[in-house]
């Protein structure tokens, strides 16, 4: 049986039957379930926090989709100082957060060693460090991992090439996979993902992003809903739907049985217990928005995204408690991904 066979050997898997388990409910039920049987035993029941930064929403690109693009003269644009993040950065590591993750437009205002100071600074710390800064030249790349960086974020955004290139005027999937597999070879835990429910994204690409995720073996993936913004060319489109992004976590979770899965702030924005389906069906990871709270409301990159009125660490003990009323447990190392579960800090 398909869903078996995606427990067992989940490598064999043919396009078509990807394609057949998104368009079709008769297995959904088994594969939910499946998902969570695979998500325990390959990384048990601890979820990670991964407190992020969202530290400029300056950025210098055209994607159709996203409300911080550089045509939107719609927003207040904000820059965090080098000072200011490191503070943050200090005050959400007392709490005890294990992963600060770094996140901005791509803005080039923050020059390759700038950044560098940061998560030298922050590695100090003794935490992960995952940025999420957009594409670079590989030296910045390079210089940040020389400079204690873990992880990379750089979501696919969507397989579908054709897609792609329409989304991102300014931009190719083929300059994108380069440089998530730079981003892999140098070394980074590096995590892909895309957007369900994009403007002429069905079944069928769907399916090419769980193939796109499974043959670049992501170390994590980032799955949520497309919420048009009504500030882009988009605005006027459909929101991703609910089921169909459970789907695409449980199929990732067995297709890269050990990778670390977020339950997205998208999620939560597009039902109020998305977040917590994400968590049953596959995922094993949630990442507070610790942004300072004057600043949080303007990384708009889709309308109505949650916890931006939260005040302060707010997120923090909301999500532990998520964690345990799942009966599940708050993760107390780094939670990186088991096979590269070495963090080294001799170079700080
Ligand atoms: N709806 C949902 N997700 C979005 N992102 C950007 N804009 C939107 C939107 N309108 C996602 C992209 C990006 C991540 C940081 O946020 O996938 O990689
Ligand atoms: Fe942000 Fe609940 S997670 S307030």
Not at 202 to 221: H, N, Q, S, T
Not at 319 to 330: A, D, E, G, S
């Amino acid at each position: 049986m398909l869903i078996e066979k995606l427990v067992q050997k989940p490598d064999t898997v043919t396009y078509e039957e990807l394609v057949y388990l998104l368009e079709k409910d008769d297995y959904t039920e088994k594969l939910f379930e499946a998902a969570d049987e695979v998500r325990k035993r390959y990384v048990g029941d601890e979820v990670h926090l991964r407190g992020i930064i969202e530290f400029s929403n300056y950025c210098r690109r055209h994607c159709l989709y996203c409300g911080i693009r550089s045509e939107n003269k719609n927003i207040d644009r904000y820059r965090m100082t080098k000072e200011e993040i490191i503070e943050r950065a200090k005050r959400i590591t007392e709490r005890g957060i294990k992963t600060i993750v770094l996140q901005s437009g791509e803005d080039p205002y923050y020059t390759a060693e700038m950044i560098a100071d940061i998560v030298k600074s922050i590695k100090k710390m003794n935490v992960a460090v995952t940025l999420s800064l957009g594409e670079r030249e590989e030296k910045d790349y390079e210089l940040w991992k020389e400079s204690g960086a873990d992880r990379y974020l750089m979501r696919h955004e969507t397989a579908s090439e054709k897609l792609y290139n329409f989304l991102h005027p300014d931009s190719s999937f083929e300059m994108r996979v380069k440089h998530l597999k730079t981003l892999k070879k140098l070394g980074y835990e590096t995590g892909a993902g895309c957007m369900v429910g994009l403007p002429g994204q069905g079944p069928k690409e769907l399916a090419l992003d769980l193939i796109f995720l499974r043959e670049l073996d992501a170390d994590m993936v980032g799955i949520g809903p497309f919420i048009p913004h009504q500030d882009t060319p988009l605005g006027k489109e459909k929101a991703g739907d609910l089921k169909m992004c459970l789907k695409m976590i449980a199929l990732t979770r067995l297709l890269i049985p050990d990778s670390n899965i977020p339950a997205t702030t998208a999620m939560g924005s597009i039902h109020p217990n998305g977040r917590e389906l994400a968590l049953k069906v596959g995922a094993n990871v949630i990442m507070p928005n610790l942004t300072p709270a004057k600043y949080k409301p303007l990384y708009q990159l889709y309308p109505n995204k949650i916890c931006v009125f939260e005040s302060d660490m707010r997120c923090i003990p909301c999500m532990k408690k998520m964690i345990t009323n799942l009966n599940r447990k708050v993760g107390t190392g780094f939670g990186s991904r088991k096979r590269t579960d070495v963090i080294h800090f001799e170079k700080v």
